[in-house]
Structure formats: C-alpha cells, structure tokens
C-alpha cells in the first residue's frame, strides 16, 4: 500500500554550525500533521556514527519516528515526490506502508530548494545504505 498525503510546506534548514542538514515536507504550517524530513551530517561521521549505525541518511516522521538509511528510493516527478522505505523500518518510523507519495503544494522557489537539498542529503554516508534510486 502507499500512504499518501499532501504538503503544504517544503522546507530546508542548513545548520550554521555545520552539524547537520535538513529537508522536510509538512502537511502545515505549524507542523502539524504528517511530516517527512530527510537529514543529514555535514562532516564526515565520526567512530561512534559508525559504531551506532548513523552514518547515513536520516528519515523522521510524525510522532518523532526515527530510522538511519531507510529510504531505498526517492523519485520526484512533477509536484509528487514518491519515497521506497527499507520494510524493516516501518516500525522504527511509526509507519504502516513502505511506499509514501506527497503531493507538494509549496511555492516553487521552496521546492526547488527542497529537491536541491534532498538529494545531498541522500546522498550522505556508507555506499551500502545510500538509496538504489534517487531521481529529483
């Protein structure tokens, strides 16, 4: 199945001091409702990242859910981004399907930012947990 739901917020945010790098999709404003944002490092990962399994990619969701090097695809087309999740991190995420489909309804110089900033992040960290597919 796929979740689908509609954001009305796209938003990037670059940590000044250099530790980590966002873009994330929101159904409001306020951040209410469903959300997805993607995060990254911005210097290479240390020993303990390594050890814990953090040296990649980040997915949070709604509710806080959490899970490193999730996402095993990312395909923008048009104003719908559609997002393949590694099944075993449904749980972590607080989510029932492993297919996500939002429709971007932001203004375009923020979804242009978004899909910039997307794909540096996805493309953070170990080779074996970097998506198969990314095409923003």
Known sequence: ????????????EI?????FTEAGLSE????SGFIL???SGEED???????LGMDTHCL???????????VREAVMEGNVLRVVLDP???ESLRLEDSEIEAVIEAPAQDVARFRETLAQVLAYGRTDALPTRVAI
Do not use: H, I, K, N
């Not at 949070?60 to 999730?70: I, L, S």
């Open 37 to 39: 944002s993607f995060m």
């Open 60 to 70: 949070v969701t709604a509710g806080q859910g959490t899970a490193y090097g999730c």
């Open 1 to 12: 199945m796929t979740f689908r739901f509609t954001a009305r917020v796209a938003g990037v």
């Open 45 to 51: 990962p240390d020993d303990q990242e390594v050890e």
């Open 28 to 31: 409001t404003e306020d951040g």
């Open 15 to 19: 940590d000044p001091d250099g530790y």
């Open 88 to 90: 075993e991190a449904l």
